[in-house]
């Protein structure tokens, strides 16, 4: 069974409140939960919360909410304990500032579990074409290997190529920019929660890291559709002018 878990919290230090936000009418979480549930794969989507304030906006448009401990410190904590409230064997975490988020690639994402048994995480990635990008620490990175099995995520723009100037960098190698699309077994998922940080999880800021120190086959499923993620209030405005672009059901703009 396939289940969907958004995870949401009300703290924010850059947007407090973030999941109530409204885009173009609704509730952001409610528009990342309706194109949760349009994704043909998914059998229930929840909602994953420790604030009222959510779960009373979801229960009042029908969406199905699991309550956590304040205490989960990262939202895949968040998910692996809502995990354990569900009968889900394939977990996907679905980010709750994405409103504009493709049911299609969320299909596709779980698609390489249902395939193939060795596969214990899959997650998205573009092809990198902005050397700014490249060079942004704040956009991920991905080194694939050759069956498109994850190597190491990082910051920093990796490969390091030692013997090409850096504008030519694009032209002479692929490079990948990691989504945080994610799913995940549910054994590994639990696996994550009861480990501990690790000192490149620490050093990266980033929780996929400890997937791989753990051995954890993460699969990456290459697209070309890029989602825009609400970090701030000044988002919501691009988010609503690309839904017009893209004819999507505005409400009451």
Same mark, same amino acid.
Request: hydrophobic share 40%; glycine share 6%.
């Given at each position: #069974?396939?289940?969907? %878990? %958004? ?5 924010? +230090? ?6 109530? /936000? #409204? ?16 994704? +043909? ?37 968040? $998910? ?11 977990? @996907? ?10 049911? @299609? ?15 214990? @995480? /899959?997650?998205?990635?573009?092809? #990198? ?9 704040? %956009? $991920?990175?991905? %080194? ?6 994850? #190597? ?102």
């Amino acid at each position: #069974m396939v289940v969907a %878990i %958004i995870p949401a919290r009300y703290g924010s +230090s850059r947007f407090p409140g973030k999941p109530l /936000a #409204m885009i173009a009418g609704q509730p952001m979480i409610r528009r990342v939960y309706e194109r949760a549930n349009e994704a +043909s794969k998914i059998s229930q989507v929840f909602v994953a919360t420790d604030d009222e304030r959510i779960a009373d906006v979801v229960r009042d448009f029908g969406g199905e909410v699991i309550m956590t401990h304040p205490a989960n410190a990262t939202g895949t904590d968040r $998910v692996a304990a809502a995990a354990d409230e569900t009968r889900g064997d394939i977990i @996907v975490n679905i980010q709750g500032d994405e409103p504009l988020i493709d049911p @299609v690639i969320i299909d596709e994402a779980i698609e390489p579990l249902l395939a193939s048994p060795t596969i214990d @995480v /899959a997650t998205t990635i573009i092809r #990198m074409s902005s050397l700014n990008d490249l060079h942004n620490p704040n %956009i $991920v990175k991905v %080194i694939l290997g050759e069956d498109r099995r994850a #190597m190491y995520f990082s910051r920093a723009a990796i490969p390091y190529q030692r013997d090409v100037p850096q504008e030519k960098w694009l032209e002479n190698h692929a490079y990948w920019k990691h989504v945080g699309l994610y799913v995940y077994r549910r054994a590994v998922l639990q696996n994550f929660a009861a480990g501990e940080q690790t000192d490149l999880e620490r050093a990266e800021q980033l929780e996929q890291l400890r997937f791989l120190s753990q051995g954890a086959h993460i699969y990456c499923v290459e697209t070309e559709y890029e989602t825009i993620a609400v970090d701030r209030p000044e988002d919501i405005a691009k988010v609503e002018a690309l839904m017009t672009v893209r004819n999507y059901p505005v409400g009451n703009l």
